[in-house]
């Protein structure tokens, strides 16, 4: 990739940033054909020179943490991490550092957004993170994506899990039991919270950790900005066909 041969020829941070940002949009975003020639460019790259793929990752975890509700870099870069995560294999003592870090990141990026497609984009990445052998901070952070207010995310999140738990099956000890409830509930049911917590919690247990505690959320921290209002109707809009 063209990057990495700039990186090693700028040595101006603020050069090197712009160029990842661009990486990273043109993989994760907009149009089809650049995302297909991006993507293929990306995994064809680490396939081929595998000591690069830790720095990679380092890279994509610093411009998830210096792009904090960027929403324009950050969306695209979940969809890059899933396309990481789901072609590259990481060694298992970095994939446990790269899981804490990514779990913690996300956590804060989606804590109080009303931005569906940034919601939505965060889950199978962070599923995929249950393939690494310390994997309680993703459970934990998944087991929250469960009970989360909007039905859409609850049922992404179901979904991820469960596909992650069918690829990664040696991921936890209780893998049957907990794809049988991820299957048998529904999540997007609009009406009965309560009964999805009491599935969740159950999950909790099967899975050894703790249940999340309800806490009152102040109004202020939830509300969606004008902006994610409406790249939120935009996105429903758009799954929608119109």
Same mark, same amino acid.
């Not at 009303?114 to 939505?120: E, F, M, P, Q, R």
């Given at each position: 990739?063209?990057?990495?041969?700039?990186?090693?020829?700028?040595?101006?941070?603020?050069?090197?940033?712009?160029?990842?940002?661009?990486?990273?949009?043109?993989?994760?975003?907009?149009?089809?054909?650049?995302?297909?020639?991006?993507?293929?460019?990306?995994?064809?790259?680490?396939? +081929?020179?595998?000591?690069?793929?830790?720095?990679?990752?380092?890279?994509?975890?610093?411009?998830?943490?210096?792009?904090?509700?960027? &929403?324009?870099?950050?969306?695209?870069?979940?969809?890059?991490?899933?396309?990481?995560?789901?072609?590259?294999?990481? +060694?298992?003592?970095?994939?446990?550092?790269?899981?804490?870090?990514? #779990?913690?990141?996300?956590?804060?990026?989606?804590?109080?957004?009303?931005?569906?497609?940034?919601?939505?984009?965060?889950?199978?990445?962070?599923?995929?993170?249950?393939?690494?052998?310390?994997?309680?901070?993703?459970?934990?952070?998944?087991?929250?994506?469960?009970?989360?207010?909007?039905?859409?995310?609850?049922?992404?999140?179901? &979904?991820?899990?469960?596909?992650?738990?069918? #690829?990664?099956?040696?991921?936890? &000890?209780?893998?049957?039991?907990?794809?049988?409830?991820?299957?048998?509930?529904?999540?997007?049911?609009?009406?009965?919270?309560?009964?999805?917590?009491?599935?969740?919690?159950? %999950?909790?247990?099967?899975?050894?950790?703790?249940?999340?505690?309800?806490?009152? %959320?102040?109004?202020?921290?939830?509300?969606?900005?004008?902006?994610?209002?409406?790249?939120?109707?935009?996105?429903?809009?758009?799954?929608?066909?119109?």
């Amino acid at each position: 990739l063209l990057y990495f041969k700039i990186k090693k020829k700028k040595k101006k941070q603020w050069y090197q940033r712009r160029v990842r940002g661009g990486l990273i949009v043109s993989v994760g975003g907009l149009t089809e054909s650049l995302v297909k020639a991006s993507s293929t460019a990306l995994i064809d790259y680490l396939t +081929d020179h595998e000591e690069q793929v830790e720095p990679v990752c380092e890279c994509l975890l610093d411009i998830l943490e210096g792009d904090h509700k960027n &929403d324009r870099v950050t969306v695209p870069l979940f969809n890059t991490m899933e396309l990481v995560l789901t072609n590259v294999i990481l +060694d298992e003592k970095y994939g446990n550092k790269f899981a804490a870090r990514f #779990t913690a990141l996300t956590k804060k990026e989606v804590m109080g957004s009303g931005n569906i497609k940034k919601l939505l984009a965060s889950l199978t990445p962070l599923a995929s993170c249950i393939q690494f052998e310390e994997n309680k901070c993703v459970l934990s952070q998944i087991m929250l994506m469960l009970c989360h207010r909007y039905p859409r995310v609850r049922k992404g999140i179901a &979904d991820s899990f469960y596909t992650a738990l069918i #690829t990664f099956d040696d991921a936890i &000890d209780a893998c049957d039991e907990v794809v049988e409830v991820l299957e048998s509930t529904i999540w997007d049911d609009p009406q009965d919270i309560e009964a999805l917590r009491a599935k969740r919690n159950e %999950i909790c247990n099967l899975v050894g950790v703790p249940v999340p505690k309800r806490t009152a %959320i102040k109004k202020a921290a939830v509300q969606a900005t004008p902006s994610e209002q409406f790249d939120s109707y935009s996105d429903l809009v758009g799954r929608a066909g119109y």
